[in-house]
């Protein structure tokens, strides 16, 4: 005996599906880099707090750079003090280097070759006796200082862009 039933079957709509995920994952790249630029704005704050106590001078050097895809396909940023800061300007200063030797400190005793060194300081040549710097460690600290709040602001970003696109 013949039948009339007939097995059906509908299919969904792949590539509306696909435009999704696409539209998704772009939504998610771009809440993740505002995340990160905001996060690093963060530490860049803590460490200019932690050097503006010594030198406002080196407080302008210290900025977050510019995000970039990792081979892996992940995102990196640096802060800090950036390439900029390491070239020496007209009068002679490398905020850079000083900023890194505050960071560091530089010990005052010792082998020395010499007491003191020569530098230039407003178009005059001085000998300025060499000694310790204590260091002043705020890149470090103000990155060890802000890291998980970042981190965190940096989840929530990312938690909110799912659940806003994912419509829970």
């Known amino acids: 005996m013949p039948t009339e039933d007939f097995i059906t079957c509908d299919f969904p709509d792949l590539d509306g599906f696909i435009k999704q995920l696409d539209l998704f994952d772009e939504n998610v790249n771009k809440a993740l880099r505002n995340a990160m630029s905001s996060s690093a704005d963060m530490i860049v704050s803590a460490q ?5 106590l010594k030198s406002r001078r080196l407080e302008a050097h210290i900025k977050k750079g510019e995000i970039k895809t990792l081979k892996n396909g992940g995102l990196s940023i640096t802060t800090g003090y950036q390439a900029e800061a390491f070239r020496t300007d007209s ?18 005793s010792g082998v020395r070759s010499k007491e003191t060194m020569t530098q230039t300081r407003h178009g005059k040549r001085l000998s300025v006796r060499k ?9 470090r600290r103000g990155f060890d200082e802000t890291v998980q709040k970042a981190a965190e602001h940096l989840i929530e970003a990312y938690n909110n862009e799912v659940n806003r696109l994912g419509g829970t």
């Open 131 to 139: 000694g310790k710097i204590d260091a002043v460690p705020h890149i």
């Open 48 to 52: 200019k707090r932690l050097i503006s």
């Open 91 to 108: 009068d002679g200063f490398n905020a850079g280097v000083v900023g890194m030797t505050f960071e560091y400190g530089r010990p005052g």
